[in-house]
């Protein structure tokens, strides 16, 4: 049987393990077969029982074998065949976690009769012993062959090459090496499964750190010798989470962050939706160095469109005022807000000088007035009901019809392609998709702001209530025993454009809800809880040499 994450994390002294040990006529389970099988089935270091059967191979056991098991075709022959052996073997199993010394063989050779016998493959977990003495005794013994390791370690039962002597040999050696990778924080049945890609690395002795982290979800920080945060993470299992980066995290940064840890810190969570919104709270907080993705500025850019102006253009800007202008943001970068702008004056023509209005005539109207691709003032000739119905244009498509002004952008981008303007069909693209990448942004913050309070019960029993698109408590447990855990709730401003830290965290918890969304059940909501449609188009970068029609992409 497959057993959940929960029997993974299983205390060890509560596992029951079954030793399993075969001899066989040769060394492929395609061609070859059993001649004796040997089980002992233990838990919390006790016997609690003993399988052992000869099998009759239908075939010749060769004189090797012979010599090498002593097991003849004279002991055999009165012997079950595996197919009256496989029934009664299975219900000694049971449930247990298979053990055995290169357990692979063995179970390769049990698989492959359970397949020519019309049975289901064995499920259960797996522990190899000889891999966990490899990463544990490497520098203790010469090899780490069964008979080896009983010598050196002087263990009770000797191997010789009979099933069930063996087997009880493989079973001294288990709790040896269970309690040597005790030192490594090692507890349950998922750590010791994990110990064989972990013992050999080079922090493996900081196991310890994490010998107090619980497998439940929740947040993670890594500190160093002077206190400092040099990591947080999140996890739906901390235990687990954090012992990978000591196996199968390759990441560069990894080396380094162990080598600087001191400490390990944890918060468990009611769920993965309180984790992520706390791990990006603290990121925020202590801008840990090794937390690349979020070490940057904080300070975020914003398209502005200055409406309160008489011949209102738009502008990249850092910080924004309470001026009754539009603002699109935050964005990534000023870049990314110019590339937006870009994308707005290809289509609508506002001004792009800055000359202010109504100071004295140019002597010539700037350059954009006169390629013909800007309306501005200083050309002359500009009434205020034209300029002010491109404004709107701009101002409609920014909030309320999007296509407006993402159409035209498609359109031209297909001409352009028709053409053969590759190059500037590709210039067109990338901002048209930037644009519409901010909308995307902007229409999911605007839906989870506008539902007002907003309560949800989320997989694992975590009930989260939300205000404002941010989420205020988080509630697990059982009934009668739950916990709610009241979060910091970020200043968000009655209205205009957010400051990045609440803009990410509104759109964290929006991803969060999408990946959850088939188990997610909307307890409670103040305002309808929707996003406008239909959806907007993706702009795809593409490699091949003609560009496709535009796509139409899933709603944010």
Not at 96 to 103: E, L, T
Not at 257 to 278: F, K, N, Q, S
Not at 358 to 367: K, Y
Request: proline share 7%; net charge positive; aromatic share 4%.
């Amino acid at each position: 049987m497959q057993r959940s994450f929960d029997d993974l994390g299983t205390p060890l002294r509560e596992v029951t393990f079954c030793v399993i040990d075969l001899e066989t006529t040769g060394g492929s389970p395609a061609d070859c077969a059993i001649t004796e099988i040997g089980a002992v089935k233990l838990r919390g270091g006790e016997c609690l029982g003993t399988f052992q059967t000869l099998v009759d191979p239908g075939c010749t056991i060769p004189p090797t074998i012979t010599v090498l098991t002593g097991i003849t075709d004279a002991m055999v022959c009165r012997a079950p065949r595996i197919d009256v052996v496989l029934p009664s073997l299975l219900e000694f199993i049971g449930g247990s976690v298979i053990v055995g010394h290169n357990v692979r063989f063995d179970v390769s050779f049990l698989q492959a009769a359970l397949e020519r016998h019309g049975r289901p493959p064995l499920q259960q977990q797996r522990v190899d012993t000889a891999s966990l003495a490899r990463r544990l005794l490497a520098d203790e013994v010469p090899n780490c062959r069964l008979g080896t390791l009983a010598d050196r370690l002087r263990l009770p039962h000797r191997p010789c090459h009979r099933a069930l002597d063996d087997a009880l040999a493989t079973g001294d050696l288990l709790h040896v090496l269970i309690e040597r990778a005790s030192a490594l924080g090692v507890t349950g049945l998922d750590d010791l499964m994990a110990l064989p890609t972990m013992a050999g690395h080079r922090q493996a002795p900081k196991l310890r750190l994490t010998e107090d982290l619980p497998r439940a979800p929740g947040v993670y920080v890594f500190r160093g010798h002077a206190g400092e945060v040099l990591y947080i993470g999140k996890a739906t299992n901390l235990r687990a989470r954090v012992r990978s980066y000591f196996s199968t995290d390759t990441r560069r940064k990894v080396g380094g962050l162990l080598r600087e840890t001191a400490r390990i810190d944890h918060v468990v969570c009611a769920g993965t939706l309180e984790a992520a919104v706390r791990e990006l709270r603290l990121i925020h907080r202590h801008r840990p160095r090794y937390n690349a993705r979020h070490t940057r500025p904080t300070q975020a850019a914003y398209v502005k469109l200055a409406t309160a102006e008489r011949y209102p253009r738009l502008s990249a800007v850092r910080t924004v005022r309470d001026d009754g202008a539009l603002y699109l943001g935050p964005l990534a970068s000023t870049a990314v807000a110019k590339r937006i702008i870009e994308a707005i004056e290809t289509v609508v023509p506002l001004r792009r000088c800055t000359d202010r209005p109504g100071r004295a005539r140019r002597d010539a109207p700037c350059t954009a007035a006169q390629l013909g691709v800007a309306t501005c003032p200083c050309a002359g000739g500009v009434d205020d009901a034209t300029y002010a119905r491109l404004v709107e244009q701009v101002r409609t498509g920014l909030t309320s019809r999007p296509e407006l002004l993402l159409e035209p952008l498609a359109e031209r981008l297909r001409r352009l392609a028709a053409e053969g303007r590759f190059e500037e069909a590709a210039d067109v693209r990338d901002r048209a998709a930037a644009l519409a990448a901010a909308l995307r942004r902007q229409r999911r913050i605007d839906s989870m702001r506008a539902a007002g309070t907003l309560t949800v019960a989320l997989p694992g029993g975590e009930v989260a209530t939300l205000v404002d698109g941010l989420l205020v408590t988080s509630t697990s447990g059982p009934t009668g025993a739950q916990t709610t855990l009241a979060l910091d709730h970020p200043d968000v401003p009655d209205g205009g454009a957010l400051d990045r830290a609440v803009a990410e965290e509104i759109l964290c918890i929006a991803a969060e809800l999408d990946r959850l969304a088939p188990r997610v059940r909307l307890l409670h909501a103040e305002a309808p809880f929707l996003e406008p449609l239909p959806a907007l188009p993706s702009f795809q970068p593409v490699t091949r040499s003609v560009l496709p029609p535009v796509r139409a992409g899933r709603a944010a």
